[in-house]
Structure formats: structure tokens, C-alpha cells
């Protein structure tokens, strides 16, 4: 397991403690995320309860931080921000390639003027930052 990115840790706990319901979060580098102002991308495997509870605890919003929290095992939904993004992590393309790395495959819209319009995919690499203990793993 991989280490939260430098100013999230105290950020992250802060996330945990008010969503017990979460199972996984992963970090996405260098989020180049759809929202301009995101500078880190987080990827929060739980349920819809705590997306809606995450939505709802402004005080944890942060310009910053864009989290993606995936539910239904496939489904995505942002949990702030400006702009209400969804999607699937199955049309990401999200391949887990060892315990605590993946890549998925994000659709974003062209950066230059000639390609007005056009939409491109982006490999992007996701690291695990923290997992809940397994109930095996506290037995031992």
C-alpha cells in the first residue's frame, strides 16, 4: 500500500472517520481531473449512503481534492464540485494489475482549439492509499 500524496493525509482521515462505510481509496497522481481547480483525484470504493453523506459534510469539501466515490461495485459519482460527473469504472477500463495498482482509461476533452470538441482517452495509473483490514487479516 502506497502512502496518501503530500497535504491529504489529515484530509483523508477526516474523510474516514465520518465514513465508516468505505472499503478502499485509491489515488490518481496527477489527476488532470475535469474539474480545474482539482489538484489530487480520489477514488473511494463504498456505497451510495456514503456518497449522499459526503455530499451533505461541506466541511470536508475541497477545491482541491475531486472525489469519485464508486458504488454498486461499477457505478461513479463525484462527491462535490461545481459539476456532477458519473460514469462506470467498467467504460474507465479500470484493470487492477497488482494489490495496489491499476489503470483506467479517462475520456477528456481534447486540450487544444483545433480539436473543438473532440474527446480523448487518457491512461492514468491509480495507487492504493488505504483499505479496510479484512476480517481474516484482524482474526490473525
Not at 482539482?38 to 461541506?58: C, E, K, M, W, Y
Not at 477528456?108 to 476480517?135: F, H, N, T, Y
Request: glycine letters at 6%; one cysteine or more; a negative charge.
Amino acid at each position: 500500500m502506497h502512502t496518501a500524496p503530500a497535504g491529504l493525509s489529515a484530509f483523508l482521515s477526516r474523510v474516514l472517520v465520518s465514513c465508516l462505510e468505505i472499503r478502499a481509496v485509491w489515488s490518481s497522481a496527477d489527476a488532470g481531473s475535469r474539474l480545474a481547480a482539482a489538484s489530487h483525484q480520489l477514488i473511494v470504493f463504498a456505497d451510495r449512503p456514503t456518497l449522499l453523506n459526503l455530499r451533505r459534510s461541506g466541511e470536508l469539501h475541497r477545491a482541491d481534492v475531486e472525489v469519485l466515490v464508486v458504488f454498486d461495485g461499477d457505478q461513479f459519482e463525484n462527491a462535490w464540485g461545481p459539476q456532477r460527473l458519473s460514469g462506470s469504472l467498467s467504460r474507465w477500463a479500470w484493470r487492477q494489475v497488482g494489490d495496489d495498482v491499476a489503470y483506467f482509461d479517462e475520456s477528456k476533452w481534447a486540450p487544444s482549439e483545433g480539436d473543438m470538441g473532440a474527446v480523448v482517452r487518457v491512461r492514468r495509473q491509480a495507487v492504493l492509499i488505504w483499505a479496510a483490514a479484512s476480517m481474516d487479516a484482524l482474526q490473525q
